[in-house]
């Protein structure tokens, strides 16, 4: 079958109503969970599961992956709007989203975040298209010596979101990794900090930690300090993004788009360190890095542009090798075998025109996203109309529930009230919360492949220099911390050389 042969199969399978009709529900659907504060994607996806299995094969799938793409894209709209993202996707869109929506820009952060989504969704897929077959043979080589050094360097993307104290950010940081270690030792089993709670065996729940950390405290803040004066939570401003935003920003969504396809290629990694990654990049090479955290709308577009870029690569390793590359895929994994269909390499051979049908499927995504999107922001935007008095009591409603339903244990809403009391004091004391949570993401992934890589080598530290990726990633390592040291040099001499100082 020549390749327009299988463009014309692929294109008879999805060009009817129903396979359409999924994938802009898919989409709908998505969105609307991503935007519920706790209602993550994964759970959305998880959700949806059951009613593909009376359907046809390609408009399952397609319901499926609509609602993956909106779920992503929907978790920046209450991470704008209220500082609580809907997905863990969305936590680096907090940084500057939120200050913009507070200086009456809720409408230019959703604007660009849109914008930045849309065309770093299109990058993702084209890149599943064109290079699925060298990307997932490039991630095959990975192993625990290999992520232990990539997972290693992404930790160094700290000290782009620490603010102006990199020693606070480094405090945020232990405390992050030291609270990751909390459950059962996956290696010998033993119990870490669990205090003989057996709720604590299975570790924090990363949703209760994430929804109190950046949530809570705004709660708490607004019982505690309230603003009379500020009868409503913030004005929205201009909802449209101007060309010449975009255009100022295309080269850090391109940037952004790129690492998500990147790590989203590699399995086990996720949004979330994309979207830091892209956004600790985007504040290094952008002229204006001292704007970021304070409302800079380049910083939402590379927080938005990393965590999409993820979406469609994250099928390369499960189409190519029939290797889920995060837990949504694992779930969508799940649909294809039900239809009775293998993910892989002879994928390709026997059912090629079921991957092409996916390919031309996942390109109108993009296009449902967009609109799906627009209308979204036309309509959830007027949550920042909501005087404060109303909206904060629903937040922590949402806030309630939405932990709750994860795992319906009443635990996990306790979690989330002490993280609330320590984002408060970190919030209170200027220590930024984004180095806890990353540090609280990759912890147990850096630890983990560690430890594994240990076990291989018989304890020899050699192996973590086993090959020319982990050379790569040392030497990218060991860049970014010269990078941060120059930088912390160059601080200090300005503040000497400033009048009056010393």
């Given at each position: 079958?020549?390749?327009?042969?299988?463009?014309?199969?692929?294109?008879?399978?999805?060009?009817?109503?129903?396979?359409?009709?999924?994938?802009?529900?898919?989409?709908?659907?998505?969105?609307?969970?991503?935007?519920?504060?706790?209602?993550?994607?994964?759970?959305?996806?998880?959700?949806?599961?059951?009613?593909?299995?009376?359907?046809?094969?390609?408009?399952?799938?397609?319901?499926?992956?609509?609602?993956?793409?909106?779920?992503?894209?929907?978790?920046?709209?209450?991470?704008?709007?209220?500082?609580?993202?809907?997905?863990?996707?969305?936590?680096?869109?907090?940084?500057?989203?939120?200050?913009?929506?507070?200086?009456?820009?809720?409408?230019?952060a959703l604007g660009m975040a849109l914008w930045a989504s849309c065309t770093a969704d299109l990058i993702s897929n084209l890149s599943l298209i064109l290079f699925a077959g060298w990307l997932a043979s490039f991630a095959l080589n990975f192993g625990p010596p290999e992520f232990f050094t990539l997972i290693l360097f992404s930790l160094?993307?700290?000290?782009?979101?620490?603010?102006?104290?990199?020693?606070k950010g480094a405090l945020s940081a232990m405390l992050g990794l030291l609270l990751a270690t909390v459950g059962l030792d996956l290696v010998y089993g033993t119990n870490r900090l669990t205090f003989g709670d057996p709720n604590l065996m299975g570790g924090l729940n990363f949703i209760a930690v994430l929804i109190g950390l950046f949530a809570m405290p705004e709660v708490m803040s607004m019982v505690w300090n309230p603003k009379p004066h500020e009868g409503k939570a913030r004005g929205l401003g201009n909802d449209s993004v101007t060309f010449g935003e975009y255009k100022r920003c295309f080269r850090t969504i391109v940037r952004g788009s790129f690492i998500g396809v990147f790590l989203g290629s590699i399995p086990?990694?996720?949004?979330?360190?994309?979207?830091?990654?892209?956004?600790?990049?985007?504040?290094?090479?952008?002229?204006?890095?001292?704007n970021f955290g304070k409302g800079e709308v380049e910083g939402v577009a590379a927080s938005e542009s990393g965590n999409n870029g993820v979406a469609g690569a994250t099928l390369i390793p499960l189409l190519a090798l029939g290797v889920p590359g995060d837990v949504i895929t694992a779930i969508?994994?799940?649909?294809?075998?039900?239809?009775?269909?293998?993910?892989?390499?002879?994928?390709?051979?026997?059912?090629?025109d079921l991957i092409y049908g996916l390919f031309i499927g996942l390109i109108v995504s993009s296009v449902f996203l967009f609109f799906i999107g627009s209308l979204a922001i036309r309509l959830f935007k007027y949550v920042a109309d909501i005087p404060r008095g109303v909206l904060f009591p629903g937040v922590l409603v949402l806030c309630i529930y939405g932990v709750f339903a994860v795992n319906n244990n009443i635990f996990d809403v306790g979690v989330m009230f002490v993280m609330g009391w320590v984002?408060?004091?970190?919030?209170?004391?200027?220590?930024?919360?984004?180095?806890?949570?990353?540090?609280?993401?990759?912890?147990?992934?850096?630890?983990?492949?560690?430890?594994?890589?240990?076990?291989?080598?018989?304890?020899?530290?050699?192996?973590?220099?086993?090959?020319?990726?982990?050379?790569?990633?040392w030497f990218l390592t060991l860049l970014t911390v010269a990078a941060i040291i120059r930088a912390g040099i160059r601080a200090t001499r300005n503040m000497r050389s400033k009048p009056g100082a010393g």
């Amino acid at each position: 079958m020549s390749f327009l042969d299988s463009i014309a199969a692929g294109l008879s399978l999805v060009g009817n109503f129903e396979a359409f009709a999924a994938l802009f529900v898919g989409v709908l659907i998505g969105t609307i969970a991503g935007a519920i504060p706790g209602m993550s994607a994964t759970m959305a996806v998880a959700l949806t599961l059951p009613f593909t299995f009376a359907m046809e094969a390609v408009p399952a799938i397609l319901l499926l992956l609509g609602v993956y793409k909106g779920g992503i894209f929907g978790g920046c709209i209450p991470a704008i709007l209220i500082k609580t993202p809907g997905t863990p996707a969305s936590s680096a869109t907090v940084l500057d989203g939120y200050p913009m929506a507070e200086k009456g820009q809720a409408g230019k952060a959703l604007g660009m975040a849109l914008w930045a989504s849309c065309t770093a969704d299109l990058i993702s897929n084209l890149s599943l298209i064109l290079f699925a077959g060298w990307l997932a043979s490039f991630a095959l080589n990975f192993g625990p010596p290999e992520f232990f050094t990539l997972i290693l360097f992404s930790l160094t993307i700290i000290a782009g979101v620490s603010g102006n104290s990199l020693l606070k950010g480094a405090l945020s940081a232990m405390l992050g990794l030291l609270l990751a270690t909390v459950g059962l030792d996956l290696v010998y089993g033993t119990n870490r900090l669990t205090f003989g709670d057996p709720n604590l065996m299975g570790g924090l729940n990363f949703i209760a930690v994430l929804i109190g950390l950046f949530a809570m405290p705004e709660v708490m803040s607004m019982v505690w300090n309230p603003k009379p004066h500020e009868g409503k939570a913030r004005g929205l401003g201009n909802d449209s993004v101007t060309f010449g935003e975009y255009k100022r920003c295309f080269r850090t969504i391109v940037r952004g788009s790129f690492i998500g396809v990147f790590l989203g290629s590699i399995p086990g990694i996720g949004a979330a360190p994309a979207a830091f990654l892209s956004y600790s990049e985007a504040r290094r090479k952008s002229p204006n890095k001292a704007n970021f955290g304070k409302g800079e709308v380049e910083g939402v577009a590379a927080s938005e542009s990393g965590n999409n870029g993820v979406a469609g690569a994250t099928l390369i390793p499960l189409l190519a090798l029939g290797v889920p590359g995060d837990v949504i895929t694992a779930i969508i994994i799940g649909a294809f075998m039900i239809h009775g269909l293998q993910p892989g390499p002879m994928m390709f051979v026997l059912n090629k025109d079921l991957i092409y049908g996916l390919f031309i499927g996942l390109i109108v995504s993009s296009v449902f996203l967009f609109f799906i999107g627009s209308l979204a922001i036309r309509l959830f935007k007027y949550v920042a109309d909501i005087p404060r008095g109303v909206l904060f009591p629903g937040v922590l409603v949402l806030c309630i529930y939405g932990v709750f339903a994860v795992n319906n244990n009443i635990f996990d809403v306790g979690v989330m009230f002490v993280m609330g009391w320590v984002g408060y004091v970190m919030l209170r004391n200027d220590i930024p919360a984004a180095p806890f949570l990353i540090a609280f993401i990759l912890g147990p992934l850096l630890e983990n492949n560690f430890r594994q890589a240990m076990l291989m080598s018989g304890n020899s530290p050699e192996i973590l220099f086993r090959g020319p990726i982990t050379w790569f990633f040392w030497f990218l390592t060991l860049l970014t911390v010269a990078a941060i040291i120059r930088a912390g040099i160059r601080a200090t001499r300005n503040m000497r050389s400033k009048p009056g100082a010393g």
